[in-house]
């Protein structure tokens, strides 16, 4: 399964495990994650095991900054690194995200 989504509602939090491509494909799971939220709700995208994003996933990643209001510190891009850091860079996702 490209996508594993763990809920830990006492921390008011959601982690997606991302594994492999982060493309359209996994458009439907990702958006799985966040929809149905409690608001203040925060999000880690856990990157450590992505080899490979396109623009479909800055799309989903955009929809879930409108999830949180915009709030940069409610979602953290963890483990970015490889070709995702870089397509993350050229677009800008750090003034958006927290890329750790």
Sequence with gaps: ???VIENKPAQNL???TVDGRFDFTCHADFRK???????????????????YMDSAALGML?????????????V????TQGQP???LNVANF??????T
Aim: no cysteine.
């Design 33 to 51: 994650a966040f929809t149905d939220a409690p608001k203040g709700t925060s999000f880690v995208i856990d990157f450590g095991k992505v080899a």
């Design 1 to 3: 399964m490209p996508i």
């Design 14 to 16: 959601v982690i997606v």
């Design 94 to 99: 750090g003034q958006l995200f927290r890329l």
């Design 85 to 87: 850091r870089e397509v």
């Design 62 to 74: 955009l929809l879930l900054r409108e999830k949180v209001a915009g709030d940069p510190t409610r």
């Design 76 to 79: 953290e891009l963890r483990n």
